[in-house]
């Protein structure tokens, strides 16, 4: 998505959230750490994602048996740099009512680190605030991992790990 | 994280993220309106809280539009409310919602 792109901005929260966060590492291994499934499960409330990763291929984010959290297509895949997500949210009825969003992942070399930008658009007018709600905290536990080896541990950053059977 | 409780440490500067906080994606002269400053005054703070990292910006058209990023806010939180702590913490915040819902339906 580039800057010039026609989005709308609306009432309440809006229909676009931005997050941003620095993170010392290089591009390649924040993008593995993005589309490789044991390595999200870390930092992603135990949820991984499982895809090809290439454009027009399916991805799925889940604890097997458990629960499914989202899925969607990759509309774009520019490693690196870029990914571009449609992100249709399955935890609970309430969440799936919201339909389709779009998750755009940015990432820029900036001196010894990584910019990462999430964008994530498209929503509803009054959209749900769970559908986004969970990035900060996804991003701070990537941030942990890619720094330190580690994972976050505070509880719900972990919520689902060990669930899956 | 100096420059997050620099940025955080002045009441116009939390105002404009609770301006952000209410709705998101606001240009200059939207907040301008909202807040008892001059534009200068206002671009000065905003500056203060991009470099922060609390706020962050997108373009469209000619407009700039000003987004509050939550993420430092966060990596704060997560330093010091520790895994023992973060389950009362997290139960005081629903109780709290929970009291407000109530408040609220009446």
């Known amino acids: ?165 | 994280m100096d420059e997050v409780f620099k940025a955080l440490a002045d009441p116009t500067r939390r105002e404009l993220l609770d301006q952000l906080f209410e709705q998101d994606g606001q240009t200059l002269s939207a907040l301008e309106e909202r807040l008892p400053m001059t534009r200068f005054g206002v671009m000065k703070h905003l500056k203060v809280l991009e470099e922060a990292g609390l706020v962050t910006t997108r373009k469209r058209g000619r407009e700039k539009l000003h987004f509050l990023n939550p993420v430092p806010i966060r990596l704060i939180h997560d330093r010091w409310v520790s895994k023992y702590a973060a389950p009362w913490a997290s139960a005081l915040t629903e109780l709290k919602r929970d009291i407000e819902n109530e408040e609220k339906e009446r």
Not at chain 1, 50 to 58: L, M, Q
Not at chain 1, 95 to 106: D, F, K, L, P, Y
Not at chain 1, 109 to 134: F, I, K, M, W
């Open chain 1, 1 to 165: 998505m580039n800057d010039e792109q026609a989005y709308t901005v609306v009432g309440g929260r809006g229909s676009m959230t931005v997050f941003e966060i620095y993170i010392k590492t290089t591009p390649e291994r924040l993008w593995e750490a993005i589309t490789s499934e044991e390595m999200r499960k870390r930092y992603s409330f135990g949820v991984g994602t499982v895809s090809e990763w290439t454009e027009g291929s399916e991805y799925k984010s889940a604890v097997p048996g458990v629960v499914d959290i989202a899925s969607g297509e990759n509309l774009e895949v520019d490693p690196p740099r870029r990914l571009v997500q449609s992100f249709t949210a399955l935890w609970s009825e309430d969440v799936q009512r919201e339909g389709a969003s779009r998750v755009t992942w940015e990432i820029e070399p900036v001196g010894t680190s990584c910019r990462l930008r999430v964008t994530h658009d498209q929503l509803a007018e009054s959209a749900n605030n769970e559908l986004y709600g969970g990035w900060p905290m996804i991003l701070s536990g990537l941030k942990t991992l890619l720094e330190t080896g580690e994972d976050l541990d505070t509880p719900g950053s972990l919520r689902y790990s060990g669930a899956a059977g």
